[in-house]
Antibody
């Protein structure tokens, strides 16, 4: 069964940091393009960023609101995706979803994790 | 950035009737070299992550009931639910993946 399981969310003060993890199983993680999408409470979906596979250059792209503060990385030996979040702001409060692309270069977001909640508050 | 605008914000449909959701992109999302529209639709039920329903504007994801269909090209797209079932109550989102940043519509809530 294809599965993504996020962890690492929690309560953090403004200016703080968190590292989110996403454990993948049931597919060849190293070939997959992966993404993070977030959803603030009661709001819509917001793309955070994407990382390509190593064979496709492991290129990373980020949404403007998080660029320079968030970093996506992957450890193919552990089938794990990461989102390093720094300089957190209250507006970063959201459920963060880890997602597998349907296929490389097909940006449809096929497999979603259950999400991990990040709350930024003093 | 490409702005995705959905309409209506919400709609109520009787069981067994048709629901139609519209999505308009601020730029063309049809890639001329492969004639594919880089447009997807998702369903999100309360307390659950979104689920991919439709990709390439009209291709149904595996396991999705055939009462869900997508149509349109260029900048105007439609998701149709033919014969609404109780389990279809959800928020539906369109998404363009023609270019980064990937962007989503604001969502359409479908109720009975």
């Amino acid at each position: 069964e294809v599965q993504l399981v996020e962890s690492g969310g929690g309560l953090v003060k403004p200016g703080g940091s968190l590292r989110l993890s996403c454990a993948a199983s049931g597919f060849t993680f190293s070939n997959a393009w992966m993404s993070w999408v977030r959803q603030a409470p009661g709001k819509g979906l917001e793309w955070v960023g994407r990382i390509k596979s190593k064979t496709d250059g492991e290129t990373k792209d980020y949404a403007a609101p998080v660029k320079g503060r968030f970093t996506i990385s992957r450890d193919d030996s552990k089938d794990t995706l990461y989102l390093e979040t720094d300089s957190l702001k209250t507006e970063d409060t959201a459920v963060y979803y880890c997602i597998k692309y349907r296929s490389p270069a097909d940006g449809a977001l096929q497999i979603w994790g259950q999400g991990t909640m990040v709350t930024v508050a003093s | 950035d490409i702005v995705m605008t959905q309409s209506p914000d919400s709609l109520a449909v009787s069981l067994g009737e048709r629901a139609t959701i519209n999505c308009k992109s601020s730029q063309n999302v049809l890639y001329s070299s492969n004639n594919k529209n880089y447009l997807a639709w998702y369903q999100q039920k309360p307390g659950q992550p979104p689920k991919l329903l439709i990709y390439w504007a009209s291709a149904r994801e595996s396991g999705v009931p055939d009462r869900f269909s997508g149509s349109g090209s260029g900048t105007d797209f439609t998701l149709t639910i033919s014969g609404l079932q109780a389990e279809d109550v959800a928020v539906y989102y369109c998404q363009q993946y023609y270019t980064t940043p990937v962007t989503f519509g604001g969502g359409t809530r479908v109720d009975i």
